[in-house]
């Protein structure tokens, strides 16, 4: 597990947002546009309880 992720769990145990390309599957930044993998500008936005 990434120390991110670890930080965000850790942090409070609320939703955790997570966004993916919907092409391809990999996981962007929050503040990426564009997928860094296939340049895909469909990015999914969706809520880890
Ligand atoms: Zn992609």
């Given amino acids: 597990m990434r120390d ?3 930080t965000v769990l ?6 955790m947002v997570v966004e ?3 092409r391809c ?7 990426a546009a564009n997928c ?3 340049d895909c500008e ?3 936005r969706y809520t880890i309880q």
Avoid: D, N, Q, W
């Fill in 42 to 44: 469909e990015i999914v």
């Fill in 4 to 6: 991110v992720l670890k």
């Fill in 36 to 38: 860094p993998e296939c």
């Fill in 10 to 15: 850790f942090r409070r145990s609320s939703a």
């Fill in 20 to 22: 993916e390309c919907r």
């Fill in 25 to 31: 599957g990999t996981t962007v930044g929050s503040t």
